[in-house]
């Protein structure tokens, strides 16, 4: 999920889906183009899309990363993106594609769930709000738009069983939106703060045995009932590495860690 600004927003493709707006769409197996749309992708995976395909697949953080992603620092971004890495065949086909389709279909990512729409996040200018804009996007070769269901936004998240996804995927645009501006103070984003941001947003297992078997616990008071989530939870976890990044990076205090 891209942050967009104002200026930008209404130049950009597809149609504005607003929340009672319905589009047409119907994606199943009778369709020519079924699963044409799993290869050749720039799938940009989320925090909380890695924590559900490392538990599908039973692997650690650590080697979902080594293994599935590429990391990518795109001009003018001062976070790096986290593109799933396709397979090395002519049709750069989606690891995760077999004959009988999507082999991780429960765990699958946002923005699979969301396919053929597209989100963005308006952060207003204040930076206190955001807003989720949608947009109606199918490529040419997809069958689905021409058939008759009518959805709306609402009623699409629900068929894909995904506001638990857009609401994680939220969280994260909002923290991402504050790397808009440089905060590596010269170190660059594969510094020691670039490297700790990485680990406690996308790395889970690595954050864990950070938090409890590195000094942290010496340097810094977290409440009872936050660690015992954390230790056995990876969703709360990924929230605390939220609120940890913006006091490590920005000093903003939230009310579950402060200094000893
Ligand atoms: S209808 Fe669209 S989403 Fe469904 S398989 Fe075809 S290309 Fe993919
Ligand atoms: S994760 Fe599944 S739905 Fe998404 S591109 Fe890969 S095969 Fe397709």
């Not at 009778?30 to 909380?48: D, I, K, S, T, V």
């Not at 923005?111 to 109606?136: A, M, N």
């Not at 954050?207 to 969703?235: C, E, G, Q, W």
């Amino acid at each position: 999920m891209k942050s967009i600004d104002l200026k930008e927003l209404n130049h950009l493709p597809g149609r504005k889906l607003g929340e009672n707006d319905t589009f047409s769409f119907h994606c199943h197996p009778g369709l020519a183009c079924f699963n044409q749309c799993c290869r050749n992708l720039n799938l940009f995976l989320y925090p909380y899309d890695v924590i559900c395909l490392k538990k599908n697949l039973g692997i650690p953080s650590d080697a979902f990363l080594d293994d599935y992603v590429d990391v990518v620092l795109r001009p003018g971004n001062f976070f790096p993106a986290v593109l799933l890495q396709m397979a090395d065949n002519d049709e750069r086909t989606c690891p995760f594609l077999s004959d009988s389709g999507c082999s991780v279909y429960p765990d699958r990512p946002d923005t699979c769930r969301t396919f053929p729409v597209e989100q963005g996040l308006l952060v207003h200018q204040d930076k206190k709000k955001s807003e989720l804009i949608q947009f109606y996007r199918p490529p040419d070769f997809c069958l689905g738009q021409y058939e008759n269901e009518r959805m709306t936004t609402k009623t699409w998240a629900d068929d894909q069983d995904a506001a638990t996804y857009h609401k994680m995927t939220i969280m994260w645009a909002e923290l991402k939106a504050m790397f808009q501006k440089d905060p590596w103070e010269g170190e660059g984003p594969d510094g020691p703060r670039g490297k700790m941001a990485f680990m406690a947003t996308y790395n889970m297992d690595r954050f864990r045995d950070f938090i409890f078997n590195s000094s942290f616990l010496k340097r810094y008071k977290v409440k009872s009932s936050i660690l015992k989530s954390i230790r056995a939870n990876d969703i709360q976890l990924m929230k605390f590495g939220f609120s940890w990044v913006k006091f490590y990076l920005w000093g903003i205090q939230g009310k579950n860690l402060r200094l000893r």
